[in-house]
C-alpha cells in the first residue's frame, strides 16, 4: 500500500486473504526516521528495504521477511560516525489465537488485533534489537588517537619494559639494591 508517498507496510486481513493460495511477494522501501526518536544513538538511517514473502491461511499469515539498510551510529571509542549495515533474515507468524503453539517455543508470534496487520512495529524492532552495544570504526588507529594527556600517556607493553623509569626519589635505593645484586 501506499499513501502519498510513504509505503506503509500495513494489510487488512481482506486483502491478504485475496492471496490465500498463491502467496503474497512484495518489495517495498521504507522510511524509518522515527527510529531515531527511540533510540538517541541513531544519528540517521537510510530508506530500508523490506521484502519477503506471506504465506496466508485461514488462521494466520506467515512473513518471510529480509530487510536491508544503514545506519550510521557513533563510534564507541571517538563518538565520530559509524556506518553500520543492517541485513536482517525473520519470520514472523501473525495469527488470531495462539492456543496451537507452545509458549516455550521460539516463534515469532503476533496476534492480529482487528482486522489489520502492520508489519512496521515489527520492522523496527527487529532493527533496534540488531544495534550492538559497542560500534567501532575499524580504521580507527588507538594508539594515535589517544596517544597522551595530562599526567598520563598511552604507551605499548614492549615500550613499557624499555622505558622503566626510577623515581627520582628512589634512586640511591635502587643503587643500592644493583650493589646488593652484582655481589651475589
Partial sequence: LCCLGVIVMKWSMMQLQKF???????????????????????????????????????KKVTFHLHIKGELVLPSTRTLEDVQFPIDIQSTEIFMYETAEYNEDSELNLHIIHGEMIDLTPVIEELILVEIPMQVYNEEEDVSSLFSSGRDWE???????????????????????FNQKNSNK
Fill in 20 to 58: 490465500r493460495n498463491k502467496g503474497l511477494t512484495f518489495n517495498e522501501i521504507v522510511n524509518l526516521d522515527s527510529l531515531k526518536n527511540r533510540d538517541p544513538q541513531i544519528r540517521t538511517i537510510s530508506p530500508i528495504q523490506v521484502f519477503g514473502t506471506a504465506d496466508i491461511d485461514s
Fill in 154 to 176: 598511552f604507551i605499548q607493553e614492549a615500550d613499557q619494559e624499555k622505558q622503566e623509569k626510577i623515581d627520582p626519589r628512589f634512586a640511591e635505593l635502587a643503587k643500592l
